[in-house]
Structures are given as structure tokens and as C-alpha cells.
């Protein structure tokens, strides 16, 4: 039903235009309209855009588990380009995750890189979603390929909630927690206004950016039929 509505040249602009209103809304909150945080370099405010990514990568990747087990359970093809989809966006926010953070990082630490936990399973996560993709150019039979990831996308998996509770599992080493829990939100009102204005123009970008390159995936699909069909 989303997909078939996406089809629609006119849905499509409305969403982008949208998606990047928002994006211009949160980068307003985050580099003025929040205040300045206490004891902190003014480098804090990328955490606006450190923390959406993050949690965008953690969607596309959920999303690829969600069409892994759907393509094991199921079968169909469908569910194979809903995974792939999934991890190439994870894989951009994923990436997008780690240099934001090694921005801040140089500003706090002195450093682009420290191997604290949750820095090191984030590295990892990146690592085995580009060995997903890399897999896919490697096997050439749609059937087999979209097995191999499925069991690929499944596994991979695992490492998303060992990134997320990294430092209650090893503590918090170097890594700061932003939101500490709902009793106790570690910001003022206004920089979780500006947070999770970010929160929603990243979902809607990261909504917009999906069904557009599923758009793609589908097509492409579709054309691979129907060169089929003539052929034979």
C-alpha cells in the first residue's frame, strides 16, 4: 500500500520537500535555537545529529532483520530487497554515526579514535553490514544470494543491541550517555525539543530515503522479469 502510494510523482515530492523541511527546522534547533551545555565545548551540538543517526542505522539494519526472517519464512523475493535496502541505509547512517562521533570526539577526548566499547562494536556493526553487502556481489543466482543474507542479515543482527547497551554492559568508559533515563533526561527542555525535532526529521529522511530506493530495487525486478519472459 506505501509502496504503491510512493509510485505517485506527486507523493513523492511532497515527502522530500517535507523531509528536507524538517532537516532545515533541526539544524536550526541544533546549531542556535538550543541553548549552550554547561561545561561543554560547543562541538556538543553534533550530538543533535550523532544521536538521530544512530538510531537511523540501528532501523535500517532492524529493518533488514524484520525482511531477512520474512524471505526465510516466506520466500519471496520481496522480502529480499526490503533486507538490502535496509542495510545499504543502515550502512549510511551507520557511517555517518562513526564520523559524527569522531568529530566530538576529537573536540573531548584529543583524539579521532579511541577503542572504548561503544566505539569498537560500532566499528564492528559497520564491518559486518558491508561484509552483507560485499556478499551479495559475490553470488550471482538471485535464489542462493537471497538465502546466503537472509541467514547473513539474521546473525548480523546481533550486534545492534550489544552497540546500544555497550555501556551498561562495560560501563561507561569515554563514551557519555545523552539520555540517561525518562526520570532523569540529562538535558534541559529545550535541547530535548531540539533532540527530538532531529529524531523526526532524520526518521522522515531516513522513511523517504527507503521507499525511494525500494522504488528502485522493485523496478529493477521488475525489468529482470520481463527480460526473462522475452528471453525465453
Given at each position: 500500500m506505501i509502496e504503491q502510494t510512493f509510485g505517485n510523482p506527486s507523493f513523492r515530492k511532497g515527502m522530500i520537500a517535507v523531509s528536507?523541511?524538517?532537516?532545515?527546522?533541526a539544524l536550526y534547533q541544533a546549531l542556535i535555537g538550543?541553548?549552550?551545555?554547561?561545561?561543554?565545548?560547543?562541538?556538543?551540538?553534533?550530538?543533535?545529529?550523532?544521536?538521530p543517526v544512530a538510531i537511523m542505522s540501528y532501523l535500517g539494519f532492524f529493518v533488514a532483520f524484520v525482511g531477512s526472517v520474512g524471505y526465510l519464512w516466506k520466500d519471496e523475493m520481496k522480502f529480499d530487497r526490503w533486507a538490502v535496502v535496509g542495510v545499504e541505509l543502515g550502512v549510511l547512517f551507520c557511517t555517518l554515526m562513526l564520523i559524527t562521533g569522531m568529530i566530538w570526539g576529537k573536540q573531548r577526548w584529543g583524539a579521532w579514535w579511541l577503542w572504548e566499547p561503544r566505539l569498537t562494536t560500532s566499528l564492528v556493526l559497520l564491518a559486518i553490514y558491508v561484509g552483507y553487502l560485499v556478499l551479495r556481489n559475490m553470488v550471482e543466482n538471485d535464489v542462493t544470494r537471497a538465502r546466503y543474507c537472509a541467514v547473513y542479515g539474521i546473525v548480523?543482527?546481533?550486534?545492534?543491541?550489544?552497540?546500544?547497551?555497550?555501556?551498561?554492559?562495560?560501563?561507561?568508559?569515554?563514551?557519555?550517555?545523552?539520555?540517561?533515563?525518562?526520570?532523569?533526561?540529562?538535558?534541559?527542555l529545550e535541547m530535548q525539543i531540539a533532540l527530538r525535532m532531529a529524531m523526526l526529521a532524520f526518521f522522515l529522511l531516513f522513511a523517504t530515503l527507503y521507499l525511494l530506493r525500494l522504488r528502485i530495487e522493485n523496478i529493477d525486478a521488475e525489468t529482470k522479469k520481463l527480460k526473462a519472459e522475452i528471453t525465453n
Open positions: 528536507a523541511f524538517l532537516i532545515l527546522i538550543a541553548p549552550d551545555a554547561s561545561n561543554e565545548p560547543v562541538t556538543y551540538r553534533i550530538l543533535y545529529f550523532h544521536v548480523g543482527f546481533v550486534d545492534v543491541p550489544i552497540v546500544h547497551f555497550a555501556i551498561k554492559m562495560w560501563g561507561s568508559i569515554m563514551h557519555p550517555v545523552v539520555i540517561k533515563g525518562p526520570t532523569d533526561p540529562g538535558m534541559t
